[in-house]
């Protein structure tokens, strides 16, 4: 009988070298006449642990991490294939703090299954939400979507099934689902990974949505910078199509992005899929009642989908349950940048920023201090550790001045200027803006000019007092988010962290 | 519209655009698959998409020039992008990046003289916490500092 090894085959894996650890494995066992079947998985979505080996035993799955393809000899020689002592051994990978920690209903099978196999997917509890869909109606469905208290998790925190319940109601006869995947916000790698590892939950989202709704055809929209996840849902989706649950009625393909973070906005995603450049749309009309081609169109975020077919197949009860105030079941917190133990973590809502900083992600690298931690990617504001106690919910981030955005959370160590982390969020805003509204076009390059006078200390206050302008004006004047909350990191770091800005009396002298 | 008499070169852009004639919305994967093909979407190809497609060669040539991955010329031989990104400047890319620009002798946005390298930023490849990371000629590397950005740097042979 062969043994069974895991490692993974996504790009964050394959990133730091998985390839080359399968490979040696293989060459490893071969020499050591034991026949080993490996399985390319996707990453438990502990990033720091890759590549993360794991070795079906009878005591079950041990891991060994972080490997490297050197490593590998003395791994065997250790008696890796049998789940033999190592100093890298880790043991059960469900047992590790940062995984027993975890509530996942999303990403459930995220790095236990063969993220390409139906046989592992039924396994695993695959299906069970689209089979359940079938047997209601459509109003049915969409009820219990909303029973659930689920919002996107796009970052607007829109109930997804009052949009869902909009499409519904529009009139056929062509309709379609659209699944958001343009994860253009650094510190960001839900979507991704969850592609990746476990691309038929999406697909089985896409499908209950279809069946919700009355839709006919559907497109999963994902950026160019994600070779490996554009794959495995073009073969997921090729699966599913010759499984049957595909192609009846609904059929789904994927459409590559080009390098626009602009796209990411759901109006600006759709004239992509048009054919056009990114430009946002003016709302009205909503693309529930004119979107995709002027026909009523579901846009929803990867892991909104995702978490349908756990809704349908548990119950709106057994999401709902979970959660803290209006923010209802869990939400995959993606821990990024200066952080100890950085990936994946699905969590109910309410942790406090705090917790997941210092408890979960462990802190800065080499316990350096941690100075600003920037939640919801680069719209989302600079949260000092003044702010720890914030819970992690859609209305307590608002309140604070900030957001949560996609789940993102970067931490940043005491060496981040804000300053220029302030000027960078303008930059990012004027290299990316669609061009169709002035006050992002035009806000974000003046944004960049006035914080470059301010720093350098030229009339400190008055610029001070032009910058405080020209954010109002981007906020409120702006037709979307790139441009409306591109504000958000630059008054944070300005309000968090004045001494950056040369001087602490900075603020006094502009009041 | 009138069109130069047929080519070798018409005949592949020809191959290139059938599949996608009768598709809605195809012009951002037609022009993925014209620059696959060739390296980029030249200029000549931009009025015999648009004739293919029932556009304008003025909104053919909006779309190619919006979106960042589409180039009118070839791209370099070798190619490092290089993620600049929030998560990835928490992680140390500014380092990286500067030694990348001592060994190679170009900055971040640059192309060197004899197209042999380009040294692009990228804005994030969803690998936050992994970086400082990069896309090496579309293979994705991650942890790039200490010993494995000597390693690259040394790949890189310059």
Same mark, same amino acid.
């Given at each position: 009988m062969s043994v069974r090894v895991y490692v993974p085959g996504d790009m964050a894996a394959v990133a730091v070298g998985a390839d080359q650890v399968a490979t040696a494995l293989t060459a490893a066992a071969r020499a050591a006449g034991i026949d080993i079947d490996v399985v390319r998985n =996707?990453? @438990?979505?502990?990033?720091?642990?890759?590549?993360l080996v794991e070795v079906e035993t009878p005591q079950g799955r041990i891991g060994y991490g972080p490997v490297d393809a050197a490593d590998v000899p003395g791994l065997v020689a250790a008696g890796l294939f049998a789940g033999g002592a190592h100093a890298q051994r880790l043991g059960p990978?469900?047992?590790?703090p940062f995984f027993a920690r975890q509530t996942r209903l999303? +990403?459930? @099978?995220a790095g236990l299954t063969?993220?390409?196999s139906l046989t592992d997917y039924r396994a695993h509890g695959g299906l069970k939400g689209l089979e359940t869909a079938l047997a209601l109606t459509p109003a049915e469905v969409v009820a219990r979507v909303k029973a659930s208290g689920l919002r996107g998790r796009? =970052?607007? /925190? $829109?109930p997804t099934g009052i949009k869902w319940e909009t499409v519904l109601a529009a009139p056929g006869p062509h309709k379609y689902i659209v699944c958001n995947?343009?994860?253009?916000?650094?510190?960001?790698?839900a979507d991704r990974l969850l592609m990746e590892a476990d691309p038929f939950v999406l697909v089985e989202g896409m499908a209950i949505a279809a069946h919700a709704v009355g839709a006919d055809y559907g497109y999963v929209y994902i950026r160019s910078e994600y070779p490996f996840a554009i794959a495995r849902m073009q073969a997921a989706i090729d699966l599913a199509r010759g499984d049957g649950?595909? /192609?009846?009625g609904f059929d789904l393909e994927v459409r590559v992005g080009a390098?626009?973070?602009? #796209? *990411?906005e759901e109006t600006a995603l759709l004239e992509s899929l048009e054919g056009r450049r990114g430009q946002v749309r003016a709302k009205p009309p909503l693309p529930a009642h004119? =979107?995709? $081609? *002027?026909r009523p169109t579901v846009i929803n975020n990867v892991l909104s989908l995702a978490a349908v077919p756990f809704i349908l197949a548990e119950g709106a009860n057994a999401y709902q349950d979970f959660g803290f105030g209006r923010s209802r079941g869990t939400m995959p917190i993606q821990l990024a940048g200066d952080v100890v133990n950085g990936g994946v973590f699905e969590t109910p809502?309410?942790?406090t920023l705090g917790e997941l900083v210092d408890?979960?992600? /462990?802190?800065c690298v080499g316990g350096r201090p941690v100075r600003a931690v920037q939640v919801g990617g680069p719209l989302g504001a600079y949260f000092p550790r *003044?702010?720890?106690?914030?819970? +992690?919910d859609y209305e307590a981030f608002t309140a604070r001045g900030g957001l949560i955005g996609h789940g993102g959370v970067v931490v940043f160590n005491d060496t981040v200027d804000l300053a220029q982390q302030a000027r960078f969020a303008m930059e990012f805003c004027a290299a990316e803006?669609? =061009?169709? #509204?002035?006050p992002c076009r035009i806000g974000s390059t003046r944004g960049v000019e006035v914080i470059d006078r301010i720093v350098a200390g030229e009339a400190r206050a008055a610029n001070i007092a032009v910058l405080e302008d020209l954010c109002e004006t981007m906020k409120l004047g702006?037709?979307?988010?790139l441009g409306g909350f591109t504000p958000y990191p630059v008054m944070s770091a300005l309000d968090?962290?004045?001494?950056?800005?040369? /001087?602490?009396d900075a603020r006094r002298a502009a009041e | 519209m009138t069109h130069p008499p047929d080519s070798a070169a018409d005949d592949a852009l020809d191959s290139l655009i059938a599949p996608h004639?009768?598709?809605?919305? &195809?012009l951002l994967p037609l022009l993925h698959d014209v620059q696959h093909a060739l390296g980029c979407i030249p200029h000549e190809a931009v009025p015999r998409i648009a004739a293919a497609l029932n556009l304008s060669r003025a909104e053919v040539h909006g779309v190619v020039t919006f979106? &960042?991955?589409?180039?009118?010329t070839p791209p370099a031989r070798r190619v490092v992008k290089l993620c600049m990104a929030e998560a990835c400047q928490a992680r140390g890319c500014h380092t990286t990046a500067a030694r990348l620009s001592a060994a190679?002798?170009? &900055?971040?946005?640059e192309t060197s003289a004899d197209n042999a390298l380009a040294l692009e930023p990228i804005y994030c490849l969803g690998l936050c916490a992994s970086g400082p990371a990069a896309l090496v000629d579309d293979v994705p590397v991650a942890r790039l500092s200490g010993l494995r950005l000597d390693a690259l740097i040394a790949e890189l042979g310059r």
């Open positions: =996707g990453s @438990r979505g502990l990033f720091t642990l890759e590549t990978v469900e047992a590790l999303t +990403f459930a @099978r063969d993220p390409l796009g =970052g607007a /925190g $829109f995947a343009d994860e253009g916000d650094s510190g960001t790698f649950w595909l /192609g009846r390098g626009a973070y602009v #796209c *990411g004119k =979107g995709l $081609f *002027g809502f309410g942790l408890d979960i992600a /462990g802190g *003044g702010l720890f106690d914030t819970p +992690f803006s669609c =061009g169709k #509204c002035t702006s037709l979307c988010a968090h962290f004045p001494e950056d800005f040369g /001087g602490a | 004639r009768n598709h809605p919305g &195809a979106y &960042a991955d589409f180039r009118t190679t002798g170009l &900055a971040v946005g």
